[in-house]
């Protein structure tokens, strides 16, 4: 079966946990009729379950033509828990993610095509030219073009912070959803899933998108989409805390707090809808995130449940 001939929509997770928990049974050996059957009334019971079982028997055929090592360890390992463990977090990040393994579109190739990249949890700082300084968060890539009329960073993924010097020719950052120009001056710009958030610390700046644009007075960021530039607002410093290898919460949710983690490790990191509210604070290194993990059942009312340390989910704190 290929995969581009199934439904690629996204899988509900709870939905693709229980096709997984299935795929791990089946390939076990030693499965009774009567589980086999349980499988099949499984399948039938639900539109949803359907099209989860054809797409994780699409991703399974495919799975051999990545070399990953993670790949490598669900495929090519013993069969015991370890390769469970590695194959169940595998096909669960894919399912889970709409299915859709490409080396081509992969954050490490898209890397290795650019001039300038960080790894997932790797900050890198770099002296440009012109003589500005340009650093780049987790998992950023940017291509780097200066010539005698402009200098442009083009951003292909992640977050940057320009400390840029003045000079005739104006420095442009350009992100899919459009372009900042700026003289000079200390910007920091990250791409989210629908538009880049910019923010401006010192100098001048200006947002392009679809013939609009929007001027930045230092303090203010606003957020960049194909078809918009949002009011501007208040930027918060605490959004630089990352080049002091810091990740500051004032009252953030959890969930959101997980998400912002997630971005500097590998793997599956969220949590139950039921405590995805409780507001957290604090200053944390982000050089060692398993700690930072590890101490939130002392800080909340949680517990951590790690399948492998790819795969981890905060849930509400057994009772009784």
């Known amino acids: 079966m290929n995969l581009s001939a199934v439904d690629r929509s996204r899988i509900a997770p709870a939905v693709a946990e ?6 791990v049974e089946l390939q076990g050996g030693d499965i009774s009729d009567q589980r086999r059957q349980a499988w099949q009334d499984w399948r039938a019971a639900d539109a949803e379950h359907e099209r989860a079982w054809q797409r994780i028997e699409a991703i399974n055929l495919g799975l051999r033509g990545l070399d990953t090592p993670l790949t490598l360890a669900a495929l090519g ?17 894919a399912l889970v993610g709409g299915g859709a393994i490409s080396l081509r579109d992969s954050e490490s190739l898209l890397a290795l095509r650019s001039d300038e990249a ?29 010539d005698a009329r402009q200098r442009l960073i083009e951003m292909r993924q992640g977050e940057i912070l320009v400390d840029a010097v003045s000079d005739s020719r104006p420095l442009r950052i350009h992100t899919p959803q459009g372009l900042i120009e700026s003289r ?8 989210l899933e629908r538009s880049s958030r910019v923010s401006l610390f010192d100098g001048s ?7 609009q644009s929007q001027s930045l007075l230092p303090g203010q960021q606003a957020n960049l989409s194909p078809t918009r530039i949002g ?9 630089l805390a990352w080049t002091q290898g810091m990740l500051v919460a004032s009252h953030m949710r959890l969930d959101d707090f997980l998400a912002e983690l997630g971005r500097y490790r590998r793997g599956h990191l969220g949590c139950d809808p039921q405590v995805a509210g409780l507001l957290i604070s604090g200053s944390y290194p982000l050089d060692n995130t398993e700690r930072i993990i590890a101490m939130l059942p002392k800080a909340l009312p949680v517990e951590v449940h790690s399948l492998t340390r790819y795969w981890v ?6 009772t009784g």
């Open 118 to 146: 960080t790894g997932v949890g790797e900050r890198r700082a770099l002296k440009l030219a012109d003589g500005s300084r340009l650093e780049l968060n987790t998992a950023s890539a940017v291509d780097i073009r200066f």
């Open 77 to 93: 390992a013993p069969a015991r828990r370890s390769r469970r463990e590695a194959l169940k977090l595998l096909v669960l990040c």
């Open 184 to 191: 000079g001056g200390r910007l920091n710009v990250r791409i």
């Open 313 to 318: 989910k905060v849930h509400p704190r057994a």
């Open 205 to 211: 700046a200006d947002l392009l998108a679809d013939g």
């Open 18 to 23: 229980q096709a997984v928990e299935w795929l």
């Open 231 to 239: 009011t501007p607002r208040s930027a918060s410093e605490d959004n």
